[in-house]
């Protein structure tokens, strides 16, 4: 009898140390929920997506036929599971195509802060970094 249910025990036990390394993982990072940019930050953001992003991603980021989207489904399609550091570095070295990495490295945290805003991801009291080495260990996700 105890011979059988023995592996029935370790397997009830390894799942409970699979899940508490989940959660242990997940607390290394912050996460977008915690509202991970400023307000300010994203309104300033939201003019430098006017006057530098939105000519070719539209002004409601929804993109056209030669620009992806930036906001929505498949957004999140493209980005969920990667860092807001790849996202970064994406931007800053390689938008907008006509003059890749012409703003300031702060023109680009706070439209990364706008992007986050339209994608319906909470404010918070601290402005967002604008280094890829920080923003790195944060990860794209819905939730
Ligand atoms: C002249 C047109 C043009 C401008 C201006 C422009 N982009 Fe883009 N952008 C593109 C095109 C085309 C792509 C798709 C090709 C690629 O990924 O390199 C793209 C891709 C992207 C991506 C990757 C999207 C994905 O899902 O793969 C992001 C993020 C992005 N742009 C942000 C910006 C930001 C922020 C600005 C303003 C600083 C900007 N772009 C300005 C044309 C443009």
Not at 26 to 45: F, K, M, W
Not at 82 to 98: A, H, I, Q, V
Not at 132 to 142: E, G, H, K, M, R
């Amino acid at each position: 009898m105890s011979s059988h249910s023995l592996p029935i025990k370790n397997l009830f036990f390894n799942s409970l140390v699979f899940v508490a390394l989940l959660q242990a993982n997940t607390g290394l990072g912050q996460s977008l929920g915690d509202g991970l940019y400023t307000e300010s930050q994203a309104s300033r953001g939201a003019e430098e997506y006017a006057a530098r992003c939105a000519s070719c991603h539209s002004t409601d980021l929804r993109g056209n036929s030669n620009s992806p989207s930036l906001i929505g489904l498949s957004f999140m399609f493209i980005w969920e599971g990667r860092s807001l550091g790849e996202l970064f570095t994406k931007m800053s070295t390689e938008m907008p195509t006509d003059q890749p990495g012409s703003l300031s490295q702060q023109s680009y945290a706070a439209i990364l802060a706008f992007i986050l805003q339209s994608n319906e991801f909470p404010a918070g009291d601290n402005e967002l970094a604008s280094s890829p080495d920080t923003l790195a260990s944060i990860q794209i996700a819905s939730e």
